[in-house]
């Protein structure tokens, strides 16, 4: 029995909306045909079961592509990132457009807005329905090469700003590419404004030969925001691959990373905290696939949730035959600090060759009362007991970050989040 | 300084009784000793004092500086000088030891209406009381206890006792795991806290750290009640002759 689902008013209008034109006319058909087939991804798809797009993106949120927010909102949005002391370079984008005016282009790193890159610049991406959707409808993004061997004054960051003015969507796509021998840190900041609006950003990584690459996220959008991501990234032979992702923003929140292994003796470390409260909702996914021998993966996620949030993290490592002497371990740990947030866990290894080392585990848990009584026998105040505990569970998440001035800025914002918290 | 009155105390999911009708007074600049078997209640008694969960108090009262000590949250006993040393001190993972030190003291300070110490101030001030106790940089550089041997975790508790300046300090086992060499740089510890303005209660199993610490009075805990009260002689009346006739 085939069950056709009727459309949702959402689906509606990314169909309505859809025009095949421009130089990638083909590009953005074939994607737009791979979205409809599945349409939202729904909870009775395996992997989508916790996050139900069909139910999260009830209203329609046609794509568009410019703003309507005026110069003042903007700013202050730009203005709001956390790291504007920290950042040596920044590019920024406004509801899925490169905005030359507020962005500051670093010296050393080969740069194109989306629109200006050609189509070959374009992987073809994975088979997931959201990539396929935000290749159907990209509007712009960075295209990023860093040069072989270079070595430029990082971090640069790519701000995305959404300001909720409209209740749209806004599709955003960016190519980094590492060539042989190259480094560099990359910052990822996503701002939001009030207003609901859905903000689908796929980010596309290739780590050349010895090359290395530190990129970190961090997630501040709206909170009536939908987040969607996507991060393919691919790794070369001894590459070298670190990944911090904070989740702070947002109404609901799927953000996918799938990591491959091409070549030996690459590593990837993947972690990321969730600072989430009220009604919000953050699922991670990462597929990590071990294509070739001798390479390591790392994965930590600490998950913080209060009121009524709800914590996803979905870790899926796969060791093809020829991938002797892999090395993966994968954890998950959740902080629940009331009675109503939640947390799911599903770990998964595929496991195909014989000669490996994996493994995966995952708490979940409240504050421990035992230490919470010893901070509070040496005349610690509750709250700031509690603060100080919460803080250093998530900051354990924090330490794979290898920049002081960058761990600080993510300390910081826990603080920042844990002072609202006791305020609130 | 600590006046505690026909004390009863149960565990708060077992309807059993720990300490049954405990009458304890110490005075300021007195240094008592707690003895007893396993199981008398001494550990039960430390906690209620510092108001550890858990515990209820059925009957009776205790009185800290004319106050109902009861009647206080675990914070505001520590604020208002009640130490205790824990006989299994608590790893914290994550929390910086030095962090935890300077946010207990500065908010004790502020609880009391006295000004934050400075960071320098305090660096020093933590400086020259590790060094007394053989607490090295590294330690202090750690998450809380983490990793700390058995010994470690001791002298780290005399450090913190030293750094807060408590006027009522409760010794919890202080002697359990440690060797000798070890004991004496933690009495010697105790020992220069020893002042007019403040009281000690020092609970122990063993007569050997009374050799180090030498209290003005010494009380043998059995079933929940102090049996019998003596002078420090009674310690090595105790060390002889065992707990077999207090036994319950």
């Known amino acids: 029995m085939t069950v056709t689902l009727m459309k949702t008013p959402a689906e509606a209008a990314f169909a309505d909306a859809f025009k095949a034109g421009g130089p990638l006319a083909q590009v953005r058909k074939t994607a737009f045909e791979q979205f409809a087939e599945t349409g939202l991804p729904h909870r009775r798809m395996e992997d989508w079961k916790w996050t139900d797009l069909r139910q999260i993106i009830s209203k329609a949120l046609p794509p568009a592509a410019r703003t ?102 806004y599709a955003s796509r960016n190519v980094i590419v590492l060539e042989q021998g190259a480094s560099a840190t990359l910052i990822e900041t996503h701002i939001g404004g009030e207003g609901e609006y859905l903000h689908n950003a796929v980010t596309q990584i290739h780590v050349g030969e010895n090359a290395r690459l530190d990129r970190i996220k961090v997630q501040e959008e709206g909170l009536e925001g939908i987040h969607l991501s996507n991060t393919e990234v691919h790794l070369a032979a001894s590459s070298h691959f670190k990944d911090f992702t904070l989740t702070m923003g947002g109404r609901a929140t799927r953000q996918q990373g799938f990591i491959t292994f091409d070549g030996e003796a690459a590593e990837s470390h993947v972690s990321g905290a969730y600072l989430l409260t009220g009604k919000q909702h953050c ?31 979905q870790g899926k490592a796969i060791v093809r035959r020829d991938a002797q002497k892999t090395d993966g371990n994968q954890s998950s740990h959740a902080l629940l600090l009331s009675d109503e947030a939640e947390f799911d866990a599903k770990p998964e290894l595929e496991i195909y060759a014989d000669d490996v080392v994996c493994g995966h585990g995952a708490t979940s848990g409240d504050l421990d009362e035992n230490h919470l009584f010893y901070l509070k026998a040496r005349g610690i105040p509750e709250q700031t007991a509690k603060s100080m505990l919460i803080g250093a569970f998530a900051a354990e998440a924090f330490d794979d970050v290898e920049s002081d001035a960058i761990r600080g800025v993510l300390t910081g914002l826990a603080e920042g989040w844990l002072e609202r918290r006791k305020g609130a | 300084m600590l006046e505690i009155k026909n004390l009863h105390v149960k565990l708060e999911e077992e309807d059993k009784e720990i300490i049954k009708g405990l009458d304890l007074t110490i005075n300021a600049g007195e240094v008592h000793a707690i003895m007893g078997p396993n199981g008398s209640g001494k550990s039960t008694l430390s906690y209620v004092l510092a108001g550890r969960p858990g515990y209820e108090v059925t009957d009776g009262s205790v009185t800290y500086k004319g106050e109902d000590l ?28 030095m962090q935890f030190l300077k946010v207990a003291l500065n908010s004790q300070r502020k609880a009391r209406g006295e000004p934050d110490l400075s960071t320098p101030d305090f660096m020093r001030l ?115 002759e065992g707990y077999a006739a207090y036994a319950a």
């Open chain 1, 283 to 313: 699922d991670t996914r990462l597929v990590i696939d071990h294509a070739v021998p001798q390479c390591l993966s790392r994965e930590l996620f600490k998950c913080v949730m209060d009121g009524a949030a709800r914590g996803v993290f």
């Open chain 2, 126 to 240: 933590v400086r020259e009381k590790a060094d007394k106790l053989n607490v090295t940089q590294d330690m202090l550089k750690r998450p809380v206890n983490v990793g700390f041997s058995g010994g470690e975790k001791k002298r780290a508790e005399i450090l913190q006792m030293a750094v807060l300046e408590p006027s009522l300090c409760v010794l919890d086992e202080t002697d359990s795991g440690l060797d000798i060499d070890a004991l004496r740089v933690v009495a010697e510890g105790v020992n220069a806290l020893r002042s007019p303005d403040r009281a000690m209660l020092v609970i122990t199993h063993y007569q050997r750290l009374l050799d180090y610490i030498v209290p003005d009075k010494v009380h043998v805990m059995s079933a929940g009640k102090i049996v019998k009260s003596g002078g420090k002689e009674l310690a090595l009346e105790l060390e002889k």
């Open chain 1, 68 to 169: 309507k927010a005026d110069a003042k909102a903007i700013d202050a949005l730009v203005a709001a990132t956390p790291f504007a002391d920290v950042a040596k370079g920044r590019l920024v984008f406004v509801d899925g457009q490169y905005d030359a005016g507020r962005s500051a282009v670093p010296a050393g790193v080969e740069f194109a807005t989306l629109a200006e890159a050609g189509s070959d610049r374009l992987a073809a991406g994975s088979t997931d329905p959201i990539a396929a959707l935000n290749l159907a409808f990209m509007s712009d993004g960075a295209v990023l090469t860093f040069k072989a061997g270079s070595n430029v004054d990082t971090p640069l960051e790519l701000l995305f700003v959404t300001t909720g003015a409209e209740a749209a969507s």
């Open chain 2, 70 to 97: 009861l009647e206080m949250e675990v914070d505001e006993r520590a604020a208002a000088g009640v130490f205790l040393a824990f006989q299994y001190p608590i790893e914290i993972p994550g929390v910086a030891t």
